[in-house]
């Protein structure tokens, strides 16, 4: 539950990316963390304005010469600012929480479109999840992504998905090394089987040289 500062917070994030502060939860995750918060509200305020369109922005690109979102480095019209060099999008946090959408099949993605190699998120949620230490990411990130799973009500069942994701996972990369190194195998074996051909042909040659058909006619 949010105290009343924190619906705020909220509230004003959701305001600057154009979402529902009681659902959204981007803006609810960081309205536990006030500074990434008013960051990332000024962030996607200048977006906006650059773009025209409220959403959470990474990239702008700019239709005229101007500075950037601190005003430490003028761009050029046509070149791209990512948001998040100096400013905040949240766009880490956002995949741990896109993560727990696919697993859900949350706007149709269908849990088909769930896997476990993304990057470490799956192994930092669970090191997470069972307050054990990782060096998959900071310790801010990591605070973010506890308040993550509690906002999301993510559920042990839900977890234990994540972990047999992860093991699943580690068997197919596994299963895909055998098969390369058995079309390696196998390619290599083809190759030898061409050389031996090609020797003995060259042998046939020498024993028996090939007459052109201008030869047969002497």
Same mark, same amino acid.
């Given at each position: 539950?949010?105290?009343?500062?924190?619906?705020e917070?909220?509230?004003?994030?959701?305001?600057?990316?154009?979402?529902?502060?009681?659902?959204?939860?981007?803006?609810?995750?960081?309205?536990?963390?006030p500074?990434r918060?008013?960051?990332?509200?000024?962030?996607?305020?200048?977006?906006?304005?650059?773009?025209?369109?409220?959403?959470?922005?990474?990239?702008?690109?700019?239709?005229?010469?101007?500075?950037?979102?601190?005003?430490?480095?003028?761009?050029s019209?046509?070149?791209?600012?990512?948001?998040?060099?100096?400013?905040?999008?949240?766009?880490?946090?956002?995949?741990f929480?896109?993560?727990?959408?696919?697993?859900?099949?949350?706007?149709?993605?269908?849990? +088909?479109?769930?896997? /476990?190699?993304?990057?470490?998120?799956?192994?930092?949620? !669970?090191a997470?999840?069972?307050? $054990?230490?990782? &060096?998959?990411?900071?310790?801010d990130l990591?605070?973010?992504?506890?308040?993550?799973?509690?906002?999301?009500?993510?559920?042990?069942?839900?977890?234990?998905?994540i972990?047999?994701?992860i093991?699943?996972?580690?068997?197919?990369?596994?299963?895909?090394?055998?098969?390369?190194? +058995?079309?390696?195998? /196998?390619?290599?074996?083809?190759?030898?089987?061409?050389? !031996?051909?090609l020797?003995?042909? $060259?042998?046939? &040659?020498?024993?028996?040289?090939?007459?052109?058909?201008?030869?047969y006619k002497?």
């Amino acid at each position: 539950m949010l105290n009343e500062e924190q619906k705020e917070l909220a509230k004003r994030c959701a305001e600057a990316i154009g979402a529902d502060s009681e659902t959204d939860v981007l803006c609810r995750v960081l309205a536990h963390f006030p500074t990434r918060a008013e960051l990332f509200i000024e962030t996607m305020q200048y977006a906006e304005k650059m773009t025209g369109k409220k959403a959470v922005h990474y990239i702008v690109v700019h239709k005229r010469d101007a500075y950037n979102a601190d005003n430490s480095k003028i761009y050029s019209a046509g070149e791209s600012e990512t948001l998040g060099v100096y400013g905040y999008t949240g766009e880490k946090i956002n995949k741990f929480i896109s993560l727990i959408d696919r697993l859900r099949g949350v706007g149709g993605l269908g849990i +088909l479109d769930f896997s /476990a190699d993304d990057h470490g998120e799956c192994d930092a949620i !669970v090191a997470i999840f069972d307050n $054990e230490e990782n &060096n998959l990411c900071d310790d801010d990130l990591a605070s973010m992504i506890r308040i993550m799973l509690e906002v999301m009500a993510v559920t042990p069942e839900e977890i234990a998905l994540i972990r047999e994701a992860i093991e699943v996972n580690a068997v197919s990369k596994d299963l895909g090394r055998e098969s390369e190194e +058995l079309r390696r195998q /196998a390619q290599a074996k083809e190759d030898t089987a061409r050389n !031996v051909r090609l020797e003995f042909a $060259e042998r046939l &040659n020498l024993i028996y040289p090939r007459r052109t058909e201008e030869s047969y006619k002497k």
